[in-house]
């Protein structure tokens, strides 16, 4: 398949495509149009928050819906003063990029999970790669992945202690529930809001470059811990924006063309 000149096409039609790239795991989208094409390259408007993007993550995706497969491409160069950039070495993406249905974030700090699996009284503690209303990730070092246990259906029970400031945001919720509701708060040992949820694996890929694993598992956040969670992954929303909009106004401040 031909990328080039399927991009080569939609320009001649001026149909829309969209940039999309995960920034902290959140994603992050821009509808445009393709502006020029040339031998092996194509340059695209883009907003100043996706600039910053590009800049850092040095790729994006295309997305269209005369495009019949997600296109990867790499960031050839960058003009601030005309908000462009040009993309080049198109390949053929995974389609599920973009598809997300959930909302997912990454922690700004590390978060060890605890993880029970079923049929093991064991408790291992992973670094949390991502988590969503409905989900999470967590990251196993290559010499300390329990492979037999991580296999895509496999039960467990899954333990994330939250950042210190989520304390404040159960108290508040305590406050507004009755006594019985009270009861299926999450746990605040130490201080600290823990919330537990029963679920399975999902997904288990290699990081080669990483040495690591990163396991998927499916959660069920019953009741306030829910609330909780949703609350947890509002406030890392806002900080990720607020942190990719620093990123774009820093780099602003240059001016200039990069790469």
């Given at each position: 398949m031909d990328l080039l000149n399927i991009l080569r096409q939609i320009a001649r039609d001026q149909s829309s495509i969209r940039l999309m790239n995960i920034f902290k795991g959140l994603p992050i989208s821009y509808d445009t149009n393709i502006a020029s094409v040339g031998?092996?390259?194509?340059?695209?408007?883009?907003?100043?928050?996706?600039?910053?993007?590009?800049?850092?993550?040095?790729?994006?995706?295309?997305?269209?819906?005369?495009?019949?497969?997600?296109?990867?491409?790499?960031?050839?160069?960058?003009?601030?003063?005309?908000?462009?950039?040009?993309?080049?070495?198109?390949?053929?993406?995974?389609?599920?990029?973009?598809?997300?249905?959930q909302i997912r974030v990454e922690p700004d700090e590390l978060i060890m999970a605890g993880i029970e699996f079923k049929g093991s009284s064991f408790e291992f503690l992973a670094p949390l790669a991502d988590i969503s209303a409905n989900g999470a990730s967590v990251f196993f070092e290559s010499t300390m992945f329990p492979g037999r246990l991580s296999r895509p259906g496999n039960e467990l029970t899954m333990s994330i202690p939250l950042p210190d400031f989520m304390i404040h945001k159960v108290r508040k919720l305590v406050k507004k529930e009755d006594s019985e509701t009270r009861k299926v708060l999450p746990s605040t040992p130490g201080n600290r809001v823990v919330v537990t949820a029963r679920g399975k694996v999902v997904a288990v890929n290699p990081e080669a470059n990483a040495n690591r694993y990163r396991v998927s598992v499916q959660l069920s956040f019953k009741d306030l811990s829910r609330m909780v969670i949703l609350q947890y992954i509002s406030h890392r929303q806002t900080e990720i924006i607020q942190d990719l909009r620093v990123l774009s106004e820093d780099l602003y401040k240059r001016k200039e063309n990069i790469r």
């Open positions: 031998a092996s390259e194509v340059q695209v408007p883009c907003s100043k928050n996706h600039i910053a993007c590009l800049y850092h993550q040095g790729e994006t995706y295309l997305i269209g819906d005369d495009i019949p497969v997600v296109i990867r491409s790499k960031v050839v160069r960058l003009n601030l003063a005309k908000d462009y950039a040009v993309f080049s070495s198109f390949e053929s993406a995974q389609d599920n990029i973009g598809k997300r249905m």
